[in-house]
T-cell receptor, first 110, second 118 residues
Framework: GQNIDQPTEMTATEGAIVQINCTYQ??????LFWYQQHAGEAPTFLSY????GLEEKGRFSSFLSRSKGYSYLLLKELQMKDSASYLC???????????FGRGTSLIVHP | GAVVSQHPSWVICKSGTSVKIECRSL??????MFWYRQFPKQSLMLMAT?????????EQGVEKDKFLINHASLTLSTLTVTSAHPEDSSFYIC??????????????FGDGTRLSIL
């Protein structure tokens, strides 16, 4: 199986930068996804990493280190609408179906 | 592109009722769709993988007779919760993956169905 660990909750100030970490233990790693989920809504795709390094997409960036089993999602210039749960999902073992972590609830305050 | 529509959004019904949830891929074909259940502040738990034209693949611990899945076309999968009870109350979400290439294709999620059994 896979073991995916994320902090349960984080708070940050509007306009600031926040980094949400995700660590995983798995065999046959085959990609990591980040999704954003607002309360009561379905997840929306943010990023995908399969090689080591940083992928930048506007205010959001995602980093992966396969040797360390570690990823982070970096959110810059935080806005109130960024308050949501951020889900890390790992694909491994030859399956194209990712396993989701519990998610990190991010609260952005003025 | 890659829009997934899920219906209904909310269901409130009495214990013992069977509830059908539809999941449609609106602008792409999906031979495979996925059904998840999510309890408050918990992760998405995969219930089953729905395969067009064949039987669904259920995850361990998910009752096949309780959660009936039908995937009759390339754009529609349905989940029927049979004889629902209060413990079945949850947020049910479907997703689909574009049938093109592999690797970095993400899953596209429907808006979810909040099921409340009284």
């Amino acid at each position: 199986g896979q073991n995916i660990d994320q902090p349960t909750e984080m708070t940050a100030t509007e306009g600031a930068i926040v980094q949400i970490n995700c660590t995983y233990q798995t065999s046959g790693f085959n990609g990591l996804f980040w999704y954003q989920q607002h309360a009561g809504e379905a997840p929306t795709f943010l990023s995908y990493n399969v090689l080591d390094g940083l992928e930048e997409k506007g205010r959001f960036s995602s980093f992966l280190s396969r040797s360390k089993g570690y990823s982070y999602l970096l959110l810059k210039e935080l806005q109130m609408k960024d308050s949501a749960s951020y889900l890390c999902a790992v694909r491994a073992g030859g399956s194209y179906i990712p396993t989701f972590g519990r998610g990190t609830s991010l609260i952005v305050h003025p | 592109g890659a829009v997934v529509s899920q219906h209904p959004s909310w269901v409130i019904c009495k214990s013992g009722t069977s509830v059908k949830i539809e999941c449609r891929s609106l602008d792409f074909q999906a031979t495979t769709m996925f059904w998840y259940r999510q309890f408050p502040k918990q992760s998405l738990m995969l219930m089953a993988t729905s395969n067009e034209g064949s039987k669904a693949t259920y995850e361990q611990g998910v009752e096949k007779d309780k959660f009936l899945i039908n995937h009759a076309s390339l754009t529609l999968s349905t989940l029927t919760v049979t004889s629902a009870h209060p413990e079945d109350s949850s947020f049910y979400i479907c997703s689909a993956r574009v049938n093109r290439g592999q690797g970095n294709q993400p899953q596209h999620f429907g808006d979810g169905t909040r099921l409340s059994i009284l």
